[in-house]
T-cell receptor
């Protein structure tokens, strides 16, 4: 069990550029979550997948954001036409469906939009 | 009003002190209650989870839930400098976690 991994760990981009982040969950976990965390705040839910299916999206997830989990394993989160307000830590978590369903978080990708 | 309220601190205590961290919530649909620890520039790490009202103990950590008051607490006994971090309460409804803002704790020598 190597835990949840995210790549890249840091990303600096210019406003208007597109960026893509990758998350590799714990291998046997069938649920995968994306959260966004800004300075001084707790993580905020963005979206989650069960296997390949995207089951819920937050209203925080504007149409510039898209997430995929094509084979039910790793996931990507793409932000198109980045804005300065997108600067945040993007966290991925995974869990195994069940009664408790503990979510385990990765180290995050820190995005800075200039 | 936020669904989960948590005092952001910072909270500074001397080594060996008992620390009390708290959250209140307004959504009665929350079913599970968690505490995560987050070190600077790292992802949150799960410390404890509870379901029902009452206490749950794990080593130096005790989690307490009072559903009637919509109030949860985390107690840390014999606090250590390595406990210095941000502590996030989180509450689960269906599959989604809702977090508090986090309380920054500093344990001094």
């Amino acid at each position: 069990d190597t835990g949840v991994s995210q790549d890249p760990r840091h990303k600096i981009t210019k406003r208007g550029q597109n960026v893509t982040f990758r998350c590799d969950p714990i291998s046997e976990h069938n649920r995968l979550y994306w959260y966004r965390q800004t300075l001084g705040q707790g993580p905020e839910f963005l979206t989650y997948f069960q296997n390949e299916a995207q089951l819920e999206k937050s209203r925080l997830l504007s149409d510039r954001f898209s997430a995929e989990r094509p084979k039910g394993s790793f996931s990507t989160l793409e932000i198109q036409r980045t804005e300065q307000g997108d600067s945040a830590m993007y966290l991925c978590a995974s869990s195994l469906v069940g009664t408790v369903e503990t979510q385990y978080f990765g180290p995050g990708t820190r995005l800075l939009v200039l | 009003q936020k669904e989960v309220e948590q005092d952001p601190g910072p909270l500074s205590v001397p080594e060996g002190a008992i620390v009390s961290l708290n959250c209140t919530y307004s959504n009665s649909a929350f079913q599970y209650f968690m505490w995560y620890r987050q070190y600077s520039r790292k992802g949150p790490e799960l410390l404890m989870y509870t379901y029902s009202s009452g206490n749950k103990e794990d080593g130096r950590f005790t989690a307490q839930v009072d559903k009637s008051s919509k109030y949860i607490s985390l107690f840390i006994r014999d606090s250590q400098p390595s406990d210095s971090a941000t502590y996030l309460c989180a509450m689960r409804q269906a599959s989604k976690l809702t977090f508090g803002t986090g309380t920054r704790l500093q344990v001094t020598l």
